[in-house]
C-alpha cells in the first residue's frame, strides 16, 4: 500500500511539472520563471534549496552520531547561507538582469573568468546531485527491497526528475517545490507527533540526547578544534552562495525586494525543520535502542526510514515517505537544472562560432541537463561517499574558487580580471596544498579561502598584465 501512495505522489509530481512546460515559451522562462515569482513561491523554493535528503537522511544520522557540533555545517552553515544571500547579495545582483552567475562573472570580470567560474560551479554540483540521485535509490530500495536494487532506485529516481525538469525548468521547480513544501512540513510535524507518543513524550527524548552528549554544540576552547569548527561553518554558508541554483531561486523573483526578503525567510524556516527529522532519528533509540545502536555501527542513514516502517502505522509511512522524496525531488530537480544551464550559457555558447537564437539556446539548455543526468547517475553509481560528506564536500570547489572574485566583484570596485584569476588559482592552490601537507593542522578549506582573498588584493593592487576585457553577457 505504502508504495503505489508513493508511486502515485510521484505521478502527480510529474504531471504538475509537464504542466509547467506549457509557461515555458523562452530560455528566460525555463532558467528563471521569467522572473515573476511572488513572495511565497520564492520563499518555498529557497526552503526547498537545501531541504533534500543530505537534510532528512545525512544530517539525522549525523546529530545521532556527533551531535549539533557534527552538523554545524548543514543545517547551521546552509541557513546562514540564504539568510547572507538576502541580506547582502540578491538586490546587488538583482538589478543585473542575468540567467546565470557566469553572465555576471562575464559582465563583471570578462569571458576567462565567466569560464573559469563557471567550470568551478558545474564540478561542484556533481557530488550535490549524485547525492540526491543515491538518496533516492536508497528510498526505493527501502520501500521494496525485491523490487529494487539500489542502483535500480537510482536509475527510477532519476528518470522521474529528469521529466518534469527537462520540459518545465525553472517553472517546474517553482511550482512542484510549493506543492512539496506542503508535504514536507505536514508529513514531518505528524511523523514527530507519532515519534513523541511511542518514546513516552518530548522529555524522555530530550533526556536522552543530553545523556548522549548531543546537544553540546560549542567546540573545546582550544585553537585547533576552533578553526576546524569555524571551518565546517564557512564551507556551506560561504560556499554555497556562488551556486547557480541559490542564484536562479532568487533571481525569478517579481522584484528586488522580494528577491532579497525570500531567502531570509526560506533560510530560517529551514533551520527551523531541520530539527524535525534529527528529533525522529534521535526518538528511534528510546524506542528500540538495540536496533538503533546496530544501525549507527552499520549505516546511520537507514536509522530514520527503519524506525518509520517497523514501528509506525501505514498512515506515518506514507506521509515520510511522500515527504522524503519531495524534499529529494525538489533538490534534485534544482540543482540538475542550474549547472546544465550555466553550460549552456556560459561554455557551450563560447564553442559554437555564431550566435544562437533564443529557441537554440532553450534547446541546447535541455540537450544539457539530459547530458548532466548521465554523468551524475554514472558517478553516484559508483561512489561510496556518504549522502552527508558528498553534499559537504561539494561547497568547498565554489568557496576556495569563486565565493571571493564574486563577494569583492559586488563590493570592491578596484577588483579586477588579473585580480579574480589570481584568487581562483591561489585559492584552489592553497586547498590543495593544505589537504596533502598539512589537513590535521590546518583546515585546507580556510587555507584555499585565505589564499582567495590574497589572490585578488594582489592581483589587482600590482601591475596589470591581464587586462580587463568585459563584455555584456551573451544573453541579456
Known sequence: MVIWFVLLYLAVSVAIGIYAARRVSSSADYAVAGRLLPLYMVVTTTFATWFGSETVLGVSSVFVKDGLSGVVEDPFGASLCLVLVGLFFARRLYRHNLLTLGDYFRERYGPWVEILMSVAIIVSYLGWVAAQVKALGLVFHMLDPQLFSQQRGMLVGMAIVLVHTVFGGMWSVALTDF??????????????????????????????????????????????????????????????????????????????????????????????????????????????????????????????????????????????????????????????????????????????????????????????????????????????????????????????????????????RRATTQGALASSVLGVLGWLLCSVFAAEVFPPQLAGLLGGFAGIAAGSLLPQFVRARTRPALHP
Not at 208 to 235: E, K, S, Y
Not at 315 to 343: C, D, E, K, N, Y
Open 179 to 412: 506543492l512539496q513544501m506542503i508535504v514536507v512540513v505536514a508529513g514531518l510535524l505528524v511523523i514527530a507527533g507519532f515519534a513523541t507518543d511511542l518514546a513516552g513524550g518530548v522529555a524522555p527524548v530530550m533526556h536522552l540526547a543530553a545523556q548522549r552528549n548531543l546537544l553540546d554544540m560549542a567546540p573545546p576552547a582550544n585553537a585547533h578544534d576552533i578553526l576546524f569548527f569555524v571551518a565546517a561553518l564557512v564551507t556551506m554558508m560561504l560556499g554555497s552562495i556562488p551556486q547557480q541554483d541559490v542564484y536562479q531561486r532568487v533571481m525569478s523573483a517579481k522584484d528586488a525586494g522580494t528577491a532579497r526578503l525570500g531567502p531570509v525567510i526560506g533560510g530560517m524556516l529551514y533551520l527551523l525543520f531541520a530539527f524535525i527529522p534529527m528529533y525522529i532519528a534521535l526518538a528511534s533509540f528510546g524506542v528500540m535502542p538495540d536496533v538503533a545502536n546496530a544501525l549507527l555501527q552499520d549505516d546511520p542513514q537507514k536509522i530514520l526510514p527503519t524506525f518509520i516502517l517497523e514501528r509506525m502505522p501505514v498512515l506515518a509511512q506514507i506521509l515520510f515517505f511522500g515527504a522524503l522524496l519531495s524534499a529529494i525531488m525538489s533538490t534534485a530537480s534544482a540543482t540538475l537544472l542550474a549547472p546544465s544551464t550555466i553550460f549552456a550559457e556560459n561554455i557551450l555558447r563560447h564553442l559554437v562560432p555564431r550566435r544562437l537564437t533564443d529557441r537554440e539556446s532553450l534547446l541546447s539548455m535541455r540537450v544539457s541537463v539530459t547530458v548532466f543526468a548521465g554523468c551524475v547517475v554514472a558517478f553516484a553509481l559508483t561512489t561510496s561517499d556518504s549522502i552527508y560528506e558528498m553534499v559537504a564536500s561539494a561547497y568547498t570547489v565554489t568557496l576556495v574558487g569563486a565565493f571571493v572574485p564574486l563577494l569583492m566583484g559586488l563590493y570592491w
